[in-house]
């Protein structure tokens, strides 16, 4: 089995788990949440002269102690770019530490996990994968009835692949549903 292969099962079975987990412990009285949103990475961030990339991410967390969660992020990167680009997939987890009001609520987390970044076209080909991980903190600004905005700003790195010199940023915003 292909490693991307491998990981896009892991990164469904992932969603699915969240999905169940949620759900479960949603009905037990727990919080937790669901987010979905539009994603920028900085420049150069796995492989050089990529500039920066657009994509969606997908993260659900489970509430494990009050102010402590366990996080599943899912994205993918290179969305509307050429051929040559490559396109980019991560799956991370980690803990994730919450604070705030109904009104509003902040976080910081630090995840690890995996990409793979693949091209089809241009003068260099890329396949590969490696380890990755990001943190990073945002805020959850709620507009109704369990439905919030999330911003976040987060390092997002594979030390084995990512240029010194790469913008290793990466910025989501997003419809956040709370449970």
């Not at 959850?140 to 919030?148: N, V, Y």
């Amino acid at each position: 089995m292909s490693f991307l292969r491998a990981l896009r099962i892991s990164g469904l079975s992932v969603c699915a788990l969240l999905f169940v987990l949620c759900g479960t412990r949603a009905n037990a009285g727990n919080e937790g949440d669901l987010s979905f949103g539009y994603s920028r990475t900085g420049s150069d961030i796995f492989y050089p002269n990529t500039g920066g990339l657009n994509g969606w991410d997908f993260d659900g967390q489970i509430h494990w102690k009050p102010f402590i969660g366990i996080e599943g992020d899912l994205a993918h990167y290179g969305l509307g770019a050429n051929s040559s680009v490559p396109r980019t997939t991560t799956v991370l987890f980690g803990p994730k530490v919450s604070v705030g009001t109904a009104r509003f609520k902040v976080f910081g987390h630090f995840l690890m996990g995996g990409e793979h970044s693949a091209n089809s076209g241009g003068p260099s080909r890329i396949s590969g994968g490696a380890f990755a991980y990001a943190y990073g903190a945002g805020a959850d600004i709620p507009f109704a009835p369990l439905l919030a905005w999330r911003l976040q700003l987060d390092h997002l790195s594979a030390p084995t692949q990512s240029p010194a010199n790469g913008t290793h940023l990466r910025f989501t915003t997003g419809i956040v549903l709370q449970f």
